[in-house]
């Protein structure tokens, strides 16, 4: 095979295994990846689609585009940009994208801040985030045409009443209850552990109940400067449920890299009479994909690293 080839096919499937750090619903990882000649394809892989938390696959394809935006951005790192084809083939829905390396690029170091970026479900600091680093993660989204809307002070209690709110009619639905039990309970390679999960104290926004008994401490926090955003996508498709995990997966790691941490919150998007209801919130203008909160970390120490399948399982040639 020719060097170059080879060196190509190489950086491919490095930014593809990268990619099985990639941030997803209940860690389920729900994705393939398929090398195929100088390209590696992106498949959804439906057999880990969470029926009742996510029917319609909005979660599964904005997981699908975290790891399409870690693989991105791992090429980059090496000096290349991706080129990618996205939803190619209307015949063959499950191919999330096609992708390969694109032009020399100057070479950029977000890719570091995958090894570090991690769910923090902790309260933050009392400090809010600095304005002009929010104003770079809303540009960071806009490159992936996602809004990146930061919820106003005003607006935090009825933001918090709809996350209480979903997080009620989860509680009570046995659907939602049945995909927890499966995702909490995995023997190793995926799902959440008790390890990333804290104990219900009282917060202005309510960590999602994973209704297992937590193994982290909250710690210090206050969450006093917390802020809160939505993701906010013109259309409501699948095309813009993959651009807002792209989307989601780059801000998270850029705030990374300027020493914040962050946690989606979906529950708020999973139940579709608060998904409406979220769009009063944004003046009706817009789709929430997905909500964030972002802060000041109080403590240095990560919360422990989540597992992952391993490449073998995820990657076939
Ligand atoms: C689309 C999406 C939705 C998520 N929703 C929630 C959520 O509602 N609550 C939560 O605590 N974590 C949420 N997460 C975080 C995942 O649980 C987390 O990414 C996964 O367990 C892997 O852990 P890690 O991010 O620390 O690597 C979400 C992640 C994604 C990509």
Redesign the pocket.
Known sequence: MDRDLRAELDLVAEASIAAL?A?????SQPWRWRLNGEHAELWADRSRQLTGLDPDGR?LL??CG?ALNHAVVTLRAAGYSAAVERRPDPAQPDLVARFGRGESVPADTLAEAIGH???D?RPFGDERPAASVLQELREVARRHAVHLQIVKDEQVTAFAAAVAHAGEIERDDPRFRADLRVWTNRAHGDG?TAQ?VVAATRRTVA??DFAIKAGLEAGPGSDRGTVYALFVTDGDEPRDWLAA?EA?SEVWLALTARGLAA?????VVEVPGVRHALRGLLGGVGQPA?AMRIGVPVRETQ?PP?PRRSSSATLTV
């Open positions: 750090r941030p997803s619903i209940l860690n979660l904005l997981s975290a970026r991690h769910t479900r959440v990333s960590p999602r995990g989601l946690s989606p919150i979906s529950e997905v919360p989540t």
